[in-house]
């Protein structure tokens, strides 16, 4: 592995950045060991403008990275820009900024030893871009697999490594890890892919149980592809420094963002083939995992006939690696084992329109009294375990309304113990696969308030931390004043209903699923019966901003 760096004359920078697939982290902590990769240059010194590559006149340092200069969160240099600056370079080529003509001097290392940069004479066949130093296995990991009876691809390879740095996932977001190789013999990669496989278990005890276990999805993505097409990271140029694999939560124990590199370039798979010469390398990737896999979650239920099933849905990934003796020969295929993921469930916030939060659904019902209709607005539609839902009813017709109450159910469909969501959500309150969690009671409308419609998720989600913020108009079925516009609101009713703590996700894998619901039961005048409409909603382990589920099928 050849990574570049250059330092002020003191040892700040091998407290280092460290890579996981191709992510820029921040302020690792001081690495030790045979694993530490670390080339140098000469101080760049000599610039008094903000324009100089390398640091700012109030001393921030700016790092390279994809052939653009960012600016780091928090490194300093308090003695001065003109001193000489400290920072940290990944392989590529280099634009020095607006100095093209005054490069520093990069001293470049392959395994810790000093070589020349690529292209510039006879010891560029010494440049090896994913040459790294031998991996210590870490047998009792559950996020790293090793296998080294690789069948005809022991030709050439001892060993074939598959770690991935993430503890944790959220569907739709970046899974980042590394393919290690320990070669025997000359090798060409011709491509790199990761599988991944989406589970049901049942386990179904009673008169008549069994265990069965079947796939209900499954997704491909390319970390090494065939040379051709767009969108190919070049395997020279990558921006990946593979130096410390040592322990679990990588990702989490540096406190990185699950969305580090939102739609960076560094998913893009390396074009291919990559000839690997015989000693260690490790290939690192920053896949996206589909938005539609199913969070990781393991429920029980019991049904018809005294039966209960235990019922587990699992996401596991493995890597095929497709290639051939360097000299040519036959195709060799290598195949890692199965390293189980962790998908958690996550929500979105309602959008935030001109620094306020819209709602976060909105029906309009006809009420059948007087041509009078009443908009039902939810505060968020995707909600977390021990959350407030907080319902608002206003009414265009201050007589057509005695009041309103709520509810909030679980649905669960299991087919194998009798448990079905299929009957109709909106009425019924006994049907063996629905579950009664919350019901708030009977709420009268009031006639002084506010007509406009204000939300309180600011009071946890500042919408200030949104990085999308919409300053047009909301779509027309989420837009509130268009449906009924403020002044022809004439009553209200604020309902409350809370989520327990102990609710599970909502989780949709074919026939299996766990739907919630928000039923809201209208006490209309001269009727004998509640006007009722439900609301399909999902409850989630995490929310985040512009964020869209697409594990759960919404009808709107």
Known sequence: ??????????????????????????????????????????????????????????????????????????????????????????????????????????????????????????????????????????????????????????????????????????????????????VKEDARINKITLNGQCNVRKEISGRHGSDTEAQVNSFKKEIVAPTGGKNKRQPGQYEAITEVWDGDDLMESLQLPDDYFNEDCLEWPFGGPITLPKGTHAIPFAVRIPAEVNPTITYTRKGEHRHKAVVTHSTSVSVQVDAQPASGGALLTALSDKVPLQVISCGGLPPVVNGMYAPGCVQLVELGYKNASALIILEKKHMLPKDTIRITIYTDNKNALHGAYAELIASTNLPEIGLSDSSDVIMEKKAPGIELLDRCSKQR??????????????????????????????????????????????????????????????????????????????????????????????????LRHNYTVKYIKFLN
């Open 1 to 182: 592995m050849v990574d570049r760096h250059f330092n002020s004359g003191d040892d700040w920078y091998r407290g280092g950045y460290r890579s996981t697939g191709g992510t820029r982290l921040r302020e690792a902590p001081q690495l030790s060991g045979p694993r530490n990769y670390f080339g140098d240059s000469d101080s760049y010194y000599g610039y008094s403008s903000v324009g100089q590559p390398y640091s700012t006149s109030n001393g921030n340092v700016a790092y390279y990275d994809s052939a653009d200069w960012y600016r780091p969160r928090n490194p300093t240099y308090s003695a001065g820009y003109n001193s000489g600056v400290k920072g940290s370079f990944y392989t590529g080529d280099m634009p020095y900024g607006n100095y093209p003509s005054q490069p520093p001097h990069i001293r470049w290392y392959n395994q810790g030893q000093p070589v020349e940069r690529p292209g510039s004479g006879g010891e560029t066949k010494k440049f090896q871009p994913f040459a790294c130093q031998p991996l210590d296995a870490l047998p009792n990991s559950s996020m790293e697999s090793t296998v080294t009876d690789l069948g005809n691809a022991n030709k050439c390879f001892d060993q074939v490594t598959f770690k991935i740095f993430n503890k944790t996932v959220i569907p739709g977001y970046i899974l980042h890890g590394i393919v290690y190789f320990d």
């Open 445 to 542: 409308m009031k006639y002084k308030f506010n007509r406009a419609f204000v939300s309180k998720v600011g009071n946890t989600f500042p919408a200030g931390d949104t990085n999308n913020t919409p300053s047009g108009r909301l779509r027309p079925s989420m837009d509130d004043k268009r449906l009924m516009p403020e002044a022809s609101r004439q009553a209200v009713c604020m309902l409350e209903l809370k989520v327990p703590e102990d609710t599970e996700s909502s989780i949709e894998a074919g026939e299996y699923r766990i739907r919630h619901h928000v039923r809201v039961h209208l006490d209309v005048r001269r009727q004998r019966k509640p006007v009722s409409q439900a609301q399909l909603i999902t409850v989630a382990n995490q």
